[in-house]
């Protein structure tokens, strides 16, 4: 079993930076990937990124790319997503899940955190 809880998220304006983390306890960190997604109100989540379990390989969204960086430090057990240039079309809750790297679709990530909220104004 993994658990996950984020944090960071909060009210910004456009243009800003924000940092969000998500603490994993529960099975050893480094044995999984892990990705980040968010849904905004009356949408589907949606993919945002994904890390491999060294921290190497990462894939982005194209709405993203070039904005947002994840990365993970497996001594912390802890993945973060640093967010550049936030956007109003940003808005949204933000979960963390646990699951195989590369793959953008919602069901075939097996653990997720509650969500923390991400308010972009303009």
């Known amino acids: 079993q993994v658990q996950l809880v984020e944090s960071g998220g909060g009210l910004v304006q456009a243009g800003d930076s924000l940092r969000l983390s998500c603490a994993a306890s529960?099975?050893?960190?480094?044995?999984?990937?892990m990705g980040w997604f968010r849904q905004a109100p009356g949408k589907e989540r949606e993919f945002v990124a994904t890390i491999g379990r060294s921290g190497v390989n990462t894939y982005y969204a194209d709405s993203v790319k070039g904005r947002f960086t994840i990365s993970r430090d497996n001594t912390k057990n802890t993945v973060y997503l640093q967010m550049n240039s936030l956007k109003p079309e940003d808005t949204a809750v933000y979960y963390c899940?646990?699951?195989?790297?590369?793959?953008?679709?919602?069901?075939?990530?097996?653990?997720w955190g509650q969500g923390t909220q991400v308010t972009v104004s303009s």
């Open positions: 529960g099975r050893t960190f480094s044995t999984y990937a």
């Open positions: 899940a646990s699951g195989p790297f590369g793959v953008t679709m919602s069901r075939a990530y097996d653990y």
